[in-house]
């Protein structure tokens, strides 16, 4: 996944590429996920796209390797190519926080808050998804799921206009077995033998595990094939409050 799935040598989103899609997955019921961002993002002379997560009026988070020169969010949408979409709420963004400590050869620390230009409006298309407490880890087994607009299959390089999403489950830090897996800032989830994965394009959306956003889309495979890899927020919780209080003293 170019974007989504921000893999050291594999899943990572290079400049430029576009959005990509839930594979395995099916369409999500039209603004089931009120939280979900749309982020267009440019970078120099490309234009691509990621995820994201309402967690405030004004504030969105997503990956760190989702960072541009100039990114909009769109807010309630579902079909991103329905310019006339009833709800949506497209608002650039005023700051891009990436963590201080994001690792571009790891992916380790792959968090970015973006500021609102304004703040959105909630409504029964917008609304926050509430963020974990800090620190407190996901068993393994743990059902959730995961949603973007990104390549619905690893051979299809096309993004899908609707939103998608599809069920993973947590698994164990010692079965994730990517090189550079970091059991403190980032969680695995995806059954190794189900085609169910987050793909290109996904990238910055929320791991969701019973109603709070438990993970960020960072990467994977780049074949499409489960685990994938997500940014704890758990971890970063702090980092989080801190960043949000410093903009509004």
Known sequence: MLILILLPAAFLLPPGAGAGEIIGG???????????????IQRGKKNF???????????????????GDEITVYLGAHNI??????????IPAR????????????????????????KAELTQWVKTIPLPRADKKL??????????????????????DTLQEVDVVVIRDDACSYHDYNSCTMLCAGD???????SKGDSGGP????????????????????PAVYTRVSTFVPWIQEEIKKLHP
């Open 26 to 40: 099916r369409e999500a019921r039209p603004h089931s996920r009120r939280y979900m961002a749309y982020l267009e």
């Open 49 to 67: 796209s990621c995820g994201g997560f309402l967690v405030s009026k004004d504030f969105v988070l997503t990956a760190a390797h989702c960072n």
């Open 81 to 90: 190519k329905n310019k006339q979409e009833q709800g949506r709420q497209v």
């Open 95 to 118: 700051a891009k926080i990436p963590h201080p400590e994001y690792d571009k050869e790891t992916d380790n620390n792959d968090i970015m808050l973006l500021q609102l230009k304004r």
């Open 139 to 160: 068993k393994p087994r743990r059902k959730c799921s995961v949603a973007g607009w990104g390549w619905t299959s690893a051979k299809r390089n096309k993004t899908s």
């Open 192 to 198: 190794p033998r189900k085609d169910k994965n987050p």
């Open 207 to 226: 791991l969701v595990c019973r109603g709070k956003a438990q993970g960020i889309v960072s990467y994977g495979s780049g074949d499409g094939t489960p």
